[in-house]
């Protein structure tokens, strides 16, 4: 089959981002931009390749890397089951929904000390504010997915004579499964947000420690190779996870 | 009343009373009573919003009525009976399983084995004119042919009564007529009973081979018209002069419930 690689909006995007990193390229090697605040984004490449390369730091990465997953899975779980606890009750729903709808406007990041003083310096403090931040994503996801689940395909259930688990497996998850995916997507982003920025205040460990500790040391050239890497990976993720979302919502009908 | 041995299906003084929030009921539906004959082909027109589609809800078992008695074969109907297909008005496939898979679907709940599912699917999918879409997912189907895999994914359990509810209403007329065509195909291969709701006169002046009419909510059956087609017939019989004299009737009678459907609406609007 002849599939393109990329559409032409695909191309533009990417010509825009070769563009900008030229340009930026040119700014600092040229001294508009001073090296001592940012350093130019080959030498960045090359920073990354090193620490790729010499596995200075495959701990902080992998701890990084694992306390997103950990965090990421607990949340879409906790958020699919809550989301599906509040769906099957109306009225609990109708308590607790104006505060899920405010819930983003607090910012999680100030409970740190609690999670300190209950799990201590630890992954688990880390993954509990990850949690904290991402999980309403998903229960949000999993309410909207339920709600959108169209009342002709219950009645089609009903003349099938499914029961509710068989209703609930052969149709109303797989019906959601876009809605419940783009939580997934959602969840992980926050995860990923939440990971990284815990690192910087309660751990001894990760990229984000890693990079304040460069931060404190005058280490540009780490620094700069670790953010980019935190960039490239929460792309990269995104990238993969939003291609699996747009075909699955493309699934979706207009019509219903 | 018809005679006992060629019913099918038979409402007795049913009736639907629905509560709403505010506390107050709303009759929906009746008292109907109503014979439908085995192997029969009815049509069913009323007024918007008269009960069209509780009656067939009803009538499959998705509902229960407030007042009387429904029998399908000669048993009182408790939840949905074994036997009986419906076709919803609204797109009812399966959009995360391709036109076979949807096809397929109730075969394999109802534990068939594997050689009689393909053989069954590959027979409903060539008949609905959906063979060179087999492995395409709905949404890369327009609505016509959506409503097919819905047809088709009933009639591959081989109902005995089957049910359908507006099934052509999203579509464009030369489609229903075609869509009609196939329907009575498939009705005369069958040899199932069918109850056909529309709003279309014609549709069911040409499907059916007797026509019901109900009145503004709440519904009931005020003339039954019988058309007398040949059980032979195709969308070519709309030429036939009875048919005018049938799809004449059908809108003297709708035309005063519509209007009273109409005034209560006007009036409730007027301040």
Not at chain 1, 103 to 120: E, N, R, S
Not at chain 2, 219 to 243: K, Q
Request: one cysteine or more; aromatic letters at 8%; a positive charge.
């Amino acid at each position: 089959m002849n599939r393109q690689i990329l559409s032409r909006e695909g191309w533009i995007r990417l010509a825009v981002i070769v563009a900008f990193t030229a340009a930026f390229e040119a700014l600092c090697r040229f001294g508009f931009i001073p090296s001592t605040v940012v350093l130019p984004p080959t030498d960045m490449a090359a920073s990354l390749w090193h620490i790729l390369r010499t596995g200075e730091y495959n701990k902080d990465i992998i701890s990084t890397i694992s306390n997103v997953v950990a965090s990421a899975l607990i949340s879409v779980t906790l958020g699919f089951v809550l989301g599906v606890i509040l769906h099957t009750m109306p009225r609990l729903r109708a308590t607790i929904e104006p505060l899920l709808a405010s819930y983003y406007a607090v910012p999680t990041f100030i409970f740190y000390p609690v999670f300190i003083v209950v799990f201590g310096v630890s992954s688990r403090a880390i993954i509990a504010i990850a949690v904290l931040l991402s999980v309403v994503a998903m229960i949000e996801s999993t309410l909207v997915g339920l709600d959108r689940i169209p009342r002709v395909l219950h009645k089609t259930a009903a003349i099938y004579r499914m029961s509710t688990p068989a209703r609930a497996v052969l149709i109303d998850f797989p019906a959601a499964a876009p809605r419940l995916f783009t939580g997934i997507k959602l969840a992980f982003a926050y995860a990923f947000i939440g990971v990284i920025a815990s690192e910087f205040i309660l751990s001894a460990q990760g990229i984000g420690y890693a990079i304040a500790y460069a931060y404190n040391n005058f280490d540009n050239r780490n620094m700069y190779g670790l953010m980019l890497l935190v960039i490239l990976l929460a792309t990269s993720a995104n990238t993969a996870l939003d291609t699996i979302d747009r075909h699955m919502q493309s699934r979706v009908r207009v019509t219903r | 009343m018809t005679e006992p041995e060629s019913i099918h299906a038979r409402l007795t003084g049913v009736t639907r009373v629905f509560e709403l929030s505010s506390g107050a009921t709303l009759r929906a539906l009746g008292p109907i009573d109503l014979d439908i004959r085995r192997g029969e082909f009815f049509g069913v027109v009323g007024p918007s919003g008269c009960g069209k589609s509780t009656l067939l809800d009803i009538l499959a078992g998705l509902s229960r009525p407030t007042e009387g008695s429904v029998l399908f074969e000669d048993k009182p109907i408790k939840g949905v009976p074994d036997g009986v297909g419906v076709v919803f008005q609204e797109d009812a496939s399966f959009a995360w399983l391709t036109v076979q898979d949807n096809v397929a679907f109730g075969l394999r709940r109802a534990g068939f084995d594997a050689a009689e599912i393909e053989r069954r699917v590959e027979y409903a999918v060539g008949f609905m004119g959906l063979r060179d879409f087999a492995n395409a997912y709905p949404s890369q189907l327009s609505g016509g042919m959506r409503q097919r895999v819905c047809i088709a994914r009933t009639l591959v359990l081989r109902p005995r009564l089957i049910l359908l509810d507006e099934p052509f209403g999203a579509l464009d007329q030369q489609t229903r007529l075609l869509m009609g065509e196939e329907l009575l195909r498939l009705w005369r291969e069958t040899g199932a009973t069918v109850m056909l709701i529309t709003h279309a006169l014609d549709e069911a002046a040409m499907l059916s081979d007797r026509v019901g009419v109900m009145s503004a909510r709440p519904g009931r059956f005020i003339d039954f018209i019988e058309t007398a087609w040949p059980r032979e017939r195709d969308s070519r019989i709309i030429s036939d002069p009875r048919f005018g004299a049938i799809t004449s009737r059908l809108w003297d009678n709708l035309r005063v419930e519509s209007l009273k459907t109409m005034g209560t609406t006007i009036q409730k609007a007027s301040p």
